[in-house]
């Protein structure tokens, strides 16, 4: 079922896949990596003004690894605002996805978060490095296929 963003998009020749609506009724919708950037500054236009949170998944093991914008669109005298949410799926080998730093601000330490736990590169970004683990730390601990270094399991233990 295609959502009243998805018409919009499909009207305007935009690509995008419509996922459908969540339990709340929101609109998912995936973007690919290459259009996500331009997408954005036009859903910032079109009203979507404010992004509510960002996070990273790993979708299976050895699988995509997924970045999830929640935006809303925030207007005066609007009780329920219309949001969205948007899914960027990037290759787990190089996962590169463009910041949208430069047009919600609010991205700059969550993206950070997503690249630290989960080695999502988000080009552009002005300061993307670790934010919780140590600059020397080895890997992306949230991976599904990740293995702590030195991580002896205990056997027998009673």
Known sequence: MQ???SAWLVKH????R???FDYQGI??????PEDWHSIAVILYVYGYNYLRS????DVAPGGLLASVYHLTRIEYGVDQPEEVCI???APRNNPRIPSVFWVWKSADFQERESYDMLG???ANHPRLKRILMPESWIGWPLRKDYIAPNFY??????
């Open 120 to 122: 999502i590169s988000y």
């Open 54 to 57: 960002q996070c990273a998944y």
């Open 18 to 20: 419509s996922l459908g």
């Open 13 to 16: 020749g935009l690509v995008h």
């Open 3 to 5: 959502g009243r963003l």
């Open 87 to 89: 899914k960027v799926f």
């Open 153 to 158: 399991e205990i056997q027998d233990a009673h």
């Open 27 to 32: 609109e998912t919708l995936q973007i690919k």
